[in-house]
């Protein structure tokens, strides 16, 4: 059965010429057919440019010429632009906005041979946690508590991306990562993804929100579908100036390493005591799963951890004022009409910015405007440098950390949208990580007793990817995690 | 610090978007939620702590001072809402 491929069983199966790209692309474009309406986890799809880019996988495979991903179907998240196809970041502003170019990520993929389904929804800039800003309508998480049948968020702001994978309408999907926008819905949807460290992937061509903590990275089944997605995204770009110039690694492999002779921390101030029992539980079994293969567990301090939201509430909002500044209905997005040129500026920006991207701009223009700089955001780069020095000092005794990834599972759709700073939440145990820049997965570990997913978070050095994703691989196998959402593609 | 309805008005100029006397109240009680839970960075110690803006380790990447992409214009005013020849238009500015 199709739905039931991996991306590596699926890559394997092309190469043994078992199936064609194009009827791999054909099952993913009527499945989306069937199921998008119900989930709108896509806001653009491309079913002739997919259709083109298997046929001409199926005469590269024809030919032996097997790329890292050749004849692999993808979603693309509506962040990345690609060249020809409308780029939205699922904002009215950008709604018209067809990219001249394509994103580095993007191109990476393209260059080993990935197909492009279309366009994942996502929360508006990657704005959310629960993907109900996008301009294009929420997306609907595919699975739903046991015996209750209303519909709950995939989380976000990677919601299209998540919901697209778990549901089985893509074999991966690029996400990014801003506060734990790739992490906080994998969790929600039952499947992988990886933040990987701060210059891992290029940045260029992704629509910017908070250029110091965005990271691209992958959405994927299984850990091992994003080591070799990772693989392929990940690269020094010169157009990105904030790119590392360091070596790819073969990640798939890491995935084979092992954790025997590890060191895990477990960070006591990961613990609340309004955390639900469940995820406490399911936070130990993943420490003895870890423990039984052969790794050593020790307790440590990341005493800067309970600030690590209000200092993201001030540096992400300055960043994106200043980036978000560009959208001014001249050179390129929407326009409304003003009688001069400020009442232009200021029309295009009412009309095209949602609730929750004009709130984080104009909390952004506040804590950098003269008078409140120092107070508000030079304070906020302080508390960031003792965040980033928690983890150096806890990295030079352990190997890698696991945490839960978010407080809670997948809540319902319209629920916490009254207060933003109970959504802010949800990231309390993923925006750590951007802080540091340093690489954060999350793994499905088990169900809670609504039958919904959760996911443990693995933390881990700068450019140490490969030491997370053999812890991540050892949780995978010893959760053996088979449950699968309510709505996915069958056949 | 507690932000009223005129300084509300003041940061959406600055921010430059238009935003309505009724909504003025709403938005002020939101930014204000927002503000006075970030006030309990006040309590961390910062004594002697540098700044760090961006992800840590980084070093300038320098590039050779020439010109190294453009001379497509149909390419980059393919976007434009509005242009006239190879520009981009504006309301009159000066009169």
Known sequence: ?491 | MSLDPAAVRRIAKLARIRVDDAELPVLAGELNSILGWIEQLNEVNIDGVAPLAGAPGMTQALRADVVNDGGYPERVLANAPDREGDFFTVPKVVE
């Open chain 1, 1 to 491: 059965m199709i739905s039931d491929f991996t991306l590596a069983s699926a890559r394997a199966a092309l190469r043994q010429r078992d199936i064609s790209a194009l009827e791999l692309t054909n099952h993913f474009l009527t499945a989306i057919d069937t199921l998008n309406p119900v989930l709108n986890a896509f806001i653009t799809v491309t079913p002739d440019l997919a259709r083109a880019q298997a046929t001409a996988a199926d005469a590269a495979l024809a030919r032996g010429e097997h790329g890292p991903l050749t004849g692999i179907p993808l979603a693309i998240k509506d962040l990345f632009c690609t060249a020809g196809v409308r780029t939205t970041a699922a904002s009215r502003i950008l709604e018209p906005f067809v990219p001249p170019y394509e994103s580095t990520v993007s191109a990476n993929l393209l260059r080993d041979g990935a197909i492009f389904l279309g366009k994942a929804n996502l929360d508006e800039f990657a704005m959310g946690s629960s993907n109900a800003t996008s301009a294009f309508g929420p997306v609907i998480n595919p699975w739903t508590r046991a015996g209750d049948n209303r519909q709950l968020v995939p989380g976000g702001s990677s919601g299209g991306s998540a919901a697209a994978v778990a549901a089985r309408l893509a074999l991966g999907a690029t996400a990014t990562d801003t506060g734990g926008s790739i992490r906080q819905p994998a969790s929600f949807c039952g499947i992988a993804g990886i933040k990987p460290t701060y210059g891992r992937c290029s940045r260029w061509g992704v629509v910017a929100f908070a250029s110091s903590l965005d990271q691209a990275g992958p959405i994927a089944r299984t850990v091992e579908d994003c080591a070799i997605l990772l693989g392929s995204m990940a690269g020094h770009d010169p157009k990105d100036s904030t790119s590392a110039n360091i070596a790819v690694p073969d990640f798939a492999a890491a995935c084979r390493r092992g954790v025997k002779g590890l060191r895990i921390g477990v960070p006591r101030e990961y613990r609340s005591d309004d955390m639900p029992a469940e995820i406490e539980t399911m936070w130990q079994q993943g420490l003895s799963w870890l423990r039984d293969a052969g790794a050593e567990i020790v307790d440590v301090s990341l005493p800067h951890t309970k600030y690590g939201l209000a200092t993201y509430y001030i540096v992400a909002p300055a960043e994106a004022s200043s980036n978000l500044a560009r959208y001014d209905g001249v050179r390129y997005g929407a326009r409304t009409d003003g009688a001069d040129l400020i009442e232009l500026y200021e029309n295009t920006r009412a009309d095209g910015f949602g609730a929750e991207v004009k709130r984080r701009i104009m909390i952004g223009t506040y804590v950098l405007s003269a008078g409140y700089y120092d107070a508000y955001y030079i304070r906020a780069q302080k508390v960031r440098s003792l965040i980033l020095k928690d983890f150096t000092d806890v990295f030079a005794k352990v190997d890698a950390l696991l945490t839960p990834t978010a407080p809670s599972a997948a809540f319902g759709l319209g629920e916490r949208m009254e207060d933003p700073l109970k959504m802010y939440f949800n990231d309390v145990f993923t925006v750590p990580a951007n802080m540091a820049g340093i690489p954060g997965m999350s793994v499905p570990a088990g169900l809670d007793a609504n039958g919904l997913p959760l996911g443990l978070q693995v933390l881990g050095k700068p450019f140490d990817e490969e030491t997370v994703f053999a812890v991540a691989q050892a949780i995978e196998t010893a959760a053996q995690f088979t449950t699968q959402p309510s709505i996915r593609a069958k056949g």
